[in-house]
């Protein structure tokens, strides 16, 4: 990229928060069909994996060779089964701030893994974010408040935990920016569709997800195949955005940028009412936001 690349990097990721802001309500469409949103990911990625294989053979043979881009795939997967199943199945405005906690853990694995300074004034933004988590956290309508509470939905673990994927997703990003660019897409796709399918199997072998195609293809209204082949091409479009802005942006600054990822998706869910927004949820969302752009601010450009 030439002299202008933080810039370009930067609407990258605004462009990656906006697919990513509204991914909830084709998920949710199509789980309404009975595809349950890690059959979902998984017919969504799987093509994608055949895709970039089949425009950049190249690239599966780099993933074989290295590890590292294994657990990129692992973080990857990791985070979109987590985060689509919790869409849709949680209020998507509580869901996307506690999976935007991220920055939070993106600060500590990048001073592990990328050896990214972290100050006293770093310490204190992570208490901020963790402060606005309590808020965010505190039972609806409940009469008590808890120092310490902890996700009470499974919505809500999902989305703390795709948080956690994405933040080592981001930093592995970075910390494997030698590698090419299509061998770390192709990481991201192989682990998205592996993951939820592996995760998936277990669950419906179970019988607490219905398999994909449980009704015959024929069940499906013909728009579906075309909701699925849409969601491939954006979920392609959205991942080359990523690796653009993470790999020439501090990891910080990603997660930060990324945050639009928020606005994106409490004005649609609003909208629609398939989330609320209530004082409590604006002032912890207040400060986890608050955090993030504090961290951005004392980063170099």
């Not at 990656?16 to 349950?36: C, E, I, K, T």
């Not at 890690?38 to 053979?57: K, M, Q």
């Not at 039972?139 to 989305?159: D, R």
């Not at 690796?243 to 930060?256: D, F």
Request: with cysteine; aromatic share 10%.
């Amino acid at each position: 990229m030439g002299p202008t690349a933080p810039g370009w990097a930067a609407l990258a990721l605004v462009f990656n928060g906006l697919v990513w802001g509204l991914s909830w309500w084709p998920f949710r469409q199509l789980q309404a069909q009975g595809l349950h949103p890690l059959w979902s990911t998984v017919l969504i990625y799987g093509p994608a994996v055949v895709i970039i294989v089949a425009f950049r053979p190249h690239s599966a043979g780099q993933l074989m060779r290295h590890k590292a881009l294994w657990l990129l795939a692992l973080a990857a997967g990791v985070t979109n089964a987590a985060f689509n199943w919790a869409c849709v199945i949680g209020d998507v405005v509580r869901v996307v701030l506690l999976f935007y906690l991220m920055p939070l853990w993106s600060a500590l694995l990048a001073r592990w893994l990328l050896k990214e300074p972290m100050s006293r004034y770093a310490v204190v933004r992570m208490a901020l974010a963790l402060a606005g988590a309590a808020i965010v956290l505190q039972p609806e309508g409940g009469s008590g408040w808890s120092l310490l509470p902890l996700p009470n939905s499974l919505a809500e673990w999902l989305g703390v935990l795709g948080g956690m994927g994405l933040a080592l997703n981001n930093v592995l990003l970075k910390h494997q920016a030698r590698r090419s660019q299509e061998s770390r897409v192709l990481a991201m796709f192989v682990g998205g569709a592996v993951v939820s399918a592996l995760v998936g199997t277990l669950l419906s072998s179970q019988g607490q997800v219905p398999w994909p195609l449980a009704g015959g293809v024929n069940s499906w209204p013909v728009w579906v195949w075309f909701l699925l082949g849409g969601l491939v091409l954006a979920f392609l479009c959205t991942n080359v955005a990523l690796q653009i802005g993470a790999t020439h942006l501090p990891a910080q600054v990603t997660s930060v940028l990324m945050l639009s990822e928020v606005v994106f998706a409490a004005i649609s869910s609003t909208w629609m009412g398939a989330g609320h927004i209530t004082v409590p949820l604006l002032i912890g969302g207040a400060l986890i936001v608050l955090a993030a752009v504090w961290a951005a601010r004392e980063l170099p450009a």
